[in-house]
């Protein structure tokens, strides 16, 4: 497995942008989807994007795509995630993960990830 350590998060006004940076240890970090999640106050976890072994291939959720981009460099063991136009609705704890599993429709759930990060919270502000 690999560990995970986030940083990046804070507060925003809607309309701006945050990077969320995810950085590995561990494990050989392009064997692994890296992945982010999301979870607000008395909702579920919920998949924001992910990212293939080779960063070639993205997936990200219908609430953020256009405002979203996730992306890896596998030489540093880190993958990132973009935020722009951000929204109040977007105000989350922040989780980043790294799973084995490919999910070729992008449709990820928590289940296909068993590393996480500690969460990092993410605060829009109307």
């Known amino acids: 497995q690999v560990q995970l350590v986030e940083s990046g998060g804070g507060l925003v006004q809607a309309g701006g942008s945050l990077r969320l940076s995810c950085a590995a240890s561990?494990?050989?970090?392009?064997?692994?989807?890296g992945g982010w999640f999301r979870q607000a106050p008395g909702n579920e976890r919920e998949f924001v994007a992910a990212?293939?072994?080779?960063?070639?291939?993205?997936s990200v959720a219908g609430s953020v795509k256009g405002r979203f981009i996730a992306s890896r460099d596998n030489a540093k063991n880190t993958f990132t995630l973009q935020m722009n136009s951000l929204k109040p609705e977007d105000t989350a704890n922040y989780y980043c993960?790294?799973?084995?599993?490919?999910?070729?429709?992008?449709?990820?759930?928590?289940?296909?990830?068993?590393?996480w990060g500690q969460g990092t919270q993410v605060t829009v502000s109307s």
């Open positions: 993960a790294a799973g084995r599993k490919y999910v070729t429709n992008g449709h990820y759930s928590s289940r296909d990830f068993n590393s």
């Open positions: 990212v293939s072994w080779s960063g070639e291939i993205t």
């Open positions: 561990g494990d050989t970090f392009s064997n692994y989807v």
